[in-house]
């Protein structure tokens, strides 16, 4: 867990929110909805949702079941199972051998070394 001058941040969070930027997205607090990604690593089907808003905001990635995302939250889905809510401080994840924190950290990473090389 990384940690900033206001304590700990959870590394999830603070990944999707570098790979939020390393696409080029700008002010997400001024986006009607959430921040989207969607990106595939060993053959597993991941999507973010980041709500910057004040207030709960609906997600449906496509071909995933909708949620409605907590303020300044990430929901994660798996294989379009929602997977993951948390926001900086933390939050629950699933915890299976495929879908839980750690690939779901091991992935996130993949995808940015991904974007970094274009």
């Not at 969607?38 to 980041?50: K, M, N, R, S």
């Not at 879908?99 to 996130?108: H, M, V």
Request: proline share 4%; hydrophobic share 45%; aromatic share 10%.
């Amino acid at each position: 867990m990384s940690t900033t001058e206001t304590g700990p941040i959870c590394e999830a969070f603070m990944k999707v929110g570098l790979l939020a930027h390393a696409l080029g997205a700008r002010s997400i607090k001024d986006l009607s909805g959430c921040w989207q990604h969607q990106f595939t690593h060993d053959g597993c089907l991941w999507q973010v949702a980041l709500n910057a808003h004040p207030d709960l905001r609906l997600a449906s990635p496509a071909g995933a079941m909708a949620c409605e995302v907590p303020t300044y939250s990430v929901a994660v889905w798996f294989n379009g199972w929602l997977a993951a809510i948390f926001n900086p401080m933390g939050g629950s994840f699933v915890a299976g051998t495929l879908a839980n924190e750690d690939t779901f950290i091991e992935a996130i990473d993949a995808e940015m070394a991904r974007v970094q090389k274009k």
